[in-house]
């Protein structure tokens, strides 16, 4: 009876956290087309492969272009739409997946 109950809450609990965050493969699925599937594009020849730069570095561009804050080759309207309906925790947590390529 215990243990029934038990494993029920453990497989809540399961179903809960994956509904409440993303996963990291959905936050990045749309990076991947500019950025290359583990942040290794020189993306136009111009923009460097994003898997270099580390977690913080990360977080403070994402953060910038969502306040349309940067503009370093001219499409920085173009990455504040990519970046625009992301959260706070989110943009955390992509930063962090970006980080450990
Ligand atoms: C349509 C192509 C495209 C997509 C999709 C895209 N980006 Fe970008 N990204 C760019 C371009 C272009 C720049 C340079 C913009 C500028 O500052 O002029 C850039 C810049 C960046 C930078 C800064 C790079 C540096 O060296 O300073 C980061 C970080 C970044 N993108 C992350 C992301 C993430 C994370 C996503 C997905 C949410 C994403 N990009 C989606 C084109 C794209």
């Known amino acids: 009876m215990f243990s029934k109950s038990f494993s029920l809450l453990a497989l809540l609990g399961l ?3 994956n509904l409440l965050s993303a996963s990291n493969e959905v ?23 994003i898997k270099r730069l580390d977690k913080t570095a990360l977080a403070t561009l994402l953060q910038s272009y969502k306040k349309g804050e940067i503009d370093q080759i001219g499409l920085g309207k173009l990455m504040q739409a990519q970046i625009a309906n992301f ?9 962090a997946y970006i980080a450990s390529f």
């Open 27 to 49: 936050l990045y699925n749309s990076c991947r087309f500019c950025h290359g599937e583990k942040g290794e594009v020189t993306y136009l020849g111009k923009v460097e492969p």
């Open 15 to 17: 179903l809960q956290s």
């Open 87 to 95: 959260s706070d925790a989110d943009i955390e947590q992509l930063s």
